[in-house]
């Protein structure tokens, strides 16, 4: 029996905007998306649309340096619509590249150490460029609640290929996908348990701010469509392990990902072998063809001062956001909400002096 389409897709968008379900290996899902962010981004441009907030002509302005800024040259080319995007120097050459043969103006700012870290700076021109031209439409995609409400789609696809599924792992960053994803399934399913993965450097569950090298995932402001009651447990990842990771996820199953895909393959595998009656999902960004020059790189590697290894102790349980920020580490994060749970301070472990 053919397994054809009965039409033809009306565009690359639709072709392309939902995930693949693909069986890795025992009780281990993915859902595989070769762009995941295009998905946001058509459904929010299309709802601005539909509201009117977008006319022929209307400039958009964005802050991303990464895969959404990628899904919005896509759509706002073929909808019609000037954009610009703020990103920084983890836009690489190719990227930008790309972006402007779509159309899009592509600013750069630097890191002047103002509030909010990079992200702070490229929010703060944002809003100088919506000054300078009024009427401008901002798609808001740490903060508008069509992002996670976008993967309504996904879960829905998950539930008719699956059925019920006990777990759910995918990187953060804007908090969509985790959230808009789990919300559908856990409709039918509430006691699904889902598990962020996160990066050391990044503010989003409480951690201390500093450098990251995984970029993708993480966020050095605090996202307003992160549900952090929507989590059971968060998970911070190194590079080594994560890189690994990603190679592995190649070479064992044929996926080439990304390195997010590859942070949340190096979670939910671990969780499967522990769990081995759950049917575990792992959420699997984008595909690996920007990465080649980089993550797929011994030579970048070593530049980095990265060395890729296997993860073979699994992660330590920790009881607060950046108590071990050297390697991988979870916490219990167990559906609290932000201000429930307490940061690390560094002096838990010293005692108190009557």
């Not at 897709?9 to 899902?29: D, F, M, Q, R, T």
């Not at 836009?91 to 779509?102: G, S, T």
């Not at 909010?116 to 901002?138: D, H, K, N």
């Not at 409480?206 to 968060?234: C, M």
Request: aromatic share 8%; hydrophobic share 40%; charged share 20%.
């Amino acid at each position: 029996m053919s397994t054809h389409q009965s039409s033809a897709y009306p565009s690359v968008i639709e072709a392309v905007e939902l995930p693949k379900i693909i069986h890795v290996g025992g009780n281990l899902y993915a859902a595989a998306f070769t762009l995941m962010k295009l998905l946001p981004a058509r459904y929010i441009i299309d709802r601005a649309m539909a509201a009117g907030d977008l006319v022929p002509g209307t400039p958009v302005i964005e802050t991303s340096s990464g895969t959404f800024a990628l899904g919005l040259a896509l759509v706002c080319r073929q909808r019609g619509f000037p954009l610009t995007i703020v990103g920084d120097r983890s836009i690489d050459d190719d990227l930008r590249n790309r972006l402007e043969m779509l159309g899009a103006e592509v600013e750069l700012v630097e890191d002047r150490g103002q509030p909010g870290g990079i992200q702070g700076a490229r929010l703060a021109r944002v809003a100088e460029l919506c000054r300078a031209r009024p009427g401008s439409f901002v798609p808001q995609q740490y903060t508008n609640p069509d992002n996670p409400a976008a993967y309504a789609s996904v879960g829905r696809l998950v539930s008719r290929t699956l059925g019920a599924v006990d777990c759910v792992v995918g990187p953060v960053g804007s908090g969509g996908s985790t959230c808009g994803i789990t919300s559908t399934l856990r409709s039918d399913t509430p006691g699904l348990r889902l598990i962020g993965v996160d990066t050391h450097g990044s503010v989003i569950f409480k951690a201390p701010e500093g450098p990251r090298l995984l970029r993708g995932l993480g966020s050095s402001i605090v996202p307003g469509n992160v549900v952090h009651a929507a989590y059971d447990e968060v998970h911070w990842v190194v590079p080594g392990e994560v890189f690994h990771a990603t190679r592995e996820l190649y070479r064992r199953h044929g996926l080439f990902m990304g390195p997010t895909s590859g942070a949340a393959f190096l979670v939910a595998s671990w969780w499967a072998r522990l769990n081995p009656d759950d049917k575990v999902l792992m959420v699997l960004p984008d595909e690996g063809y920007r990465y080649q020059s980089t993550v797929y790189n011994d030579v970048w590697l070593r530049e980095q001062g990265v060395r890729t290894a296997p993860a073979t102790a699994g992660p330590r349980l920790v009881e607060q956001p950046g108590e071990d920020g050297g390697s991988w580490s979870r916490l219990l994060w167990n559906r609290r909400t932000y201000e429930d749970v307490g940061a690390f301070t560094g002096l838990e472990t010293q005692g108190s002096i009557a």
